[in-house]
């Protein structure tokens, strides 16, 4: 199930894909968004109309396929990396998928790459038909890759072949460049976390008490499935067996004069 | 693990990292700590983080006034590498009752006595320090400039840092199942990690402390009650002092991150070791804080939680050795205050194990005052 392994399965993909009339149209968004969170760049992204506005910030974005004409401005504002256009006219037997990807190398434009399915395992061959990463997409580059159209809802990313194949890819980092930030709450970033670990803070749970990790805004939204990336790497055992952290009301912050107003019915245990 | 050691403290809050410092520090060997989750996982992680010395009791404020200026070092003293987060903007206690004014005035003169330079002080004057205070139901207020507030993860970290240095053992993730005893004595910590043969145990297990003294045949007369509290956002400097209320049994600090942290002592709550968060709370706590101080309508909470106070018939700490168990020691019954008493904790039990001439009140703090009746009632609680 989604809800436990992360991973949509068939039916959650073809609930948001467009029908068949639509994508035999040309390129259109699909947006796999399936968790309600706090998050809408989306609904404004698009100049046409195509994402419906929310009526609050954790609604789920709703597509209107017919409005979308694929144009991707929507694709790099999703921090959750969750939309790509697919084109089913790109070719005779292949489909175009124009994705969002956030990993180092880039692959080169002309290139043949692996073709992994939502759980990151090999499907198939990709063509890499172009690369794009101009400042205007903000660090999100958008590849797109050619598969056989009998793979358009089973591809969702690549990897870049030939290379260190075992390791998994790494977050897009440059030698020189600064440390990535982890909690923009309270200013941490990965080295700041690794040296915690080090030090033998190795849950989150500790991470939390001894640097604020968590305790902002956020509340941990952003920063503990970071966090507990790396502890499973560094611990060498899976996520599921960490311990994700005490979660505590309230879900979103509130203001006191709020809570204080509150009139309705009153809250027992 | 170790097999065996000379003295096992079970808890790892501020109490056992303070106890197994001062004891090293005083000539203690082979001293450890077990502590089933990690350091600051009890009351210690959970607490307002409040520091004062104005009590009604002279030996609390002897205890607290100890703690204060030890606080005052504690980087040095332990040689941390880190910061403390020490806040010294002051108590200030509200004052709401004739009889809450006529029992303030006298633990005013009582802590000037002791060289605690509280005052009394008057509305307007609280309203210098807290400029949007809501005057309305209070009468005056008591003001300590040297109180203040402390940040627990950091403090209980340099305690540990400092004991592992002198050679202590710390072992988290390790829960203490049974305490044996053999004719009277201790002989040994059972765990889910192994045993340990030891002739002495500090039994530092907080809201815990009652059970664990079962485990050895001891009876204490203690019960832990949850207690609430939650964090806001952070924001710029607002709120120097700590700002409590008796009669709205209440309090409220600024920490040094920009976020408010408040408390709210509520007798409906249960004494079953449940440290779930109560969601009556939000509603209480912010309709007597925004009454209180009306600005703070537009901070947003982010979180709540809550933790057990370990309470004490007459709600102060228990120092004691157990009459029917000889080597089986208890610091615990803190009552809600026991974050700022630590050093004084660890002062105490090092010279009540070590067998030193007592420089700290704790001898009167022991299980007797309970059949002898001397019991310490101190009146100004939260
Ligand atoms: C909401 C709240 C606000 C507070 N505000 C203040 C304040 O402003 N100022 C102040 O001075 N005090 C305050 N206190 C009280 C203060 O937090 C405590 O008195 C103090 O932290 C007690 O420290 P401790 O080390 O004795 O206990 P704890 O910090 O509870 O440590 C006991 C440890 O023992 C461990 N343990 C339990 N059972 C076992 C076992 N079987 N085996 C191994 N380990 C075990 C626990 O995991 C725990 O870590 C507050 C408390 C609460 C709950
Ligand atoms: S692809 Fe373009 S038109 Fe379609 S939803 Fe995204 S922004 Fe709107
Ligand atoms: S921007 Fe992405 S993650 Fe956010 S709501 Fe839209 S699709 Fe979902």
Request: charged residues 20%; aromatic residues 6%.
């Amino acid at each position: 199930m989604l809800e436990q392994t992360g991973i949509p399965e068939a039916s959650d993909i073809n609930g948001v894909f467009p029908s068949d009339e639509r994508l035999a149209k040309g390129p259109v968004a699909v947006i796999e968004c399936f968790q309600r969170i706090p998050c809408n760049p989306c609904s404004t992204a698009c100049r046409r109309g195509a994402i419906e506005a929310f009526d609050d910030i954790n609604d789920l974005p709703k597509v209107n396929h017919e409005k979308c004409n694929g144009c991707s401005l929507c694709v790099s504002r999703c921090p959750g990396l969750a939309i790509m256009v697919v084109d089913m006219t790109y070719a005779e037997d292949k489909a175009l998928l124009k994705l969002p990807y956030e990993f180092a190398p880039l692959p080169e434009e002309g290139s043949s790459v692996t073709a992994l399915n939502r759980a990151g395992e090999a499907v198939g061959e990709a063509l890499v038909v172009k690369v794009q990463n101009t400042p205007a997409l903000d660090k999100t580059p958008l590849v797109s890759i050619a598969v056989a159209k009998d793979l358009a809802r089973t591809v969702r990313n690549f990897r870049v072949t030939d290379d260190t194949s075992a390791e998994s890819p790494g977050i897009l980092r440059g030698d020189e460049a600064p440390s990535p930030m982890v909690c923009r709450c309270n200013d941490l970033d990965l080295d700041n976390i690794r040296d915690l670990m080090k030090k033998g803070f190795t849950s989150i749970d500790e991470i939390k008490r001894v640097s604020r990790l968590g305790m902002g805004p956020c509340q941990g939204r952003n920063c503990i499935p970071l966090v507990l990336g790396e502890l499973s790497r560094f611990l060498g055992k899976p996520v599921s067996e960490l311990d994700p952290g005490t979660y505590r009301p309230v879900v979103k912050s509130v203001s006191l004069g709020a809570v204080a107003e509150y009139d309705g019915e009153a809250l027992t245990e | 693990m170790n097999k065996t050691a000379d003295i096992v403290i079970i808890g790892g809050g501020v109490s056992g990292c303070s106890i197994g410092y001062y004891l090293l520090k005083n000539g203690a060997k082979n001293v450890v700590i077990l502590e089933r989750d990690y350091l600051s996982a009890g009351a210690t992680g959970r607490c307002g983080a409040g520091i004062r010395q104005q009590w009604g009791l002279e030996l609390n404020c002897r205890m607290s006034k100890f703690s204060c200026e030890f606080f005052e070092n504690a980087v040095s003293e332990l040689e941390f590498d880190g910061d403390v987060e020490f806040h010294q903007g002051g108590y200030l206690l509200l004052i709401s009752a004739e009889a809450e004014l006529e029992q303030m005035k006298k633990n005013i003169a009582l802590q000037n006595s002791l060289g605690i330079a509280s005052r009394l002080i008057t509305l307007d004057e609280a309203k210098e320090i807290v400029p949007y205070l809501n005057t309305d139901n209070l009468l005056a207020a008591a003001f300590h400039q040297k109180d203040g507030h402390l940040n627990p993860f950091h403090t209980t970290q340099a305690f540990a840092e400092a004991f592992k240095r002198l050679g202590g053992v710390i072992e988290t993730r390790t829960a203490v199942t049974g305490v044996t005893v053999s004719n009277g004595r201790i002989t040994g910590v059972e765990t889910d990690k192994g045993t340990i043969q030891t002739g002495t145990v500090v039994n530092a297990a907080g809201g815990y402390a009652q059970g664990i003294a079962k485990m050895a045949g001891v009876e204490l007369p203690l019960y832990s009650e949850r207690h609430n509290i939650l964090v806001t956002e952070p924001v710029e400097p607002l709120l120097a002092p700590m700002v409590m209320s008796f009669s709205l049994n209440l309090y409220c600090q600024q920490s040094p991150h920009g976020s408010f942290v408040m408390g709210r002592t509520d007798d409906s709550q249960p004494r079953d070791l449940r440290v779930s968060a109560y969601s009556g709370f939000p509603e209480l706590m912010s309709r007597s804080v925004t009454g209180l101080m009306p600005p703070l309508k537009n901070l947003r909470m982010l979180r709540q939680w809550a933790g057990l106070y370990n309470m004490s018939p007459d709600k102060a700490a228990i120092y004691c050795e157990a009459p029917n168990v000889s080597g089986f020691y208890t610091a615990a019954g803190f009552s809600g205050h026991g974050f700022m008493m630590a050093p004084a904790t660890g002062q105490s039990m090092t010279e009540l194990i070590l067998g030193l001439t007592p420089t700290l009140p704790w001898p009167k703090m022991g299980l007797d005052r309970f059949e002898t009746g001397e019991l310490l009632l101190e009146p100004s609680v939260v």
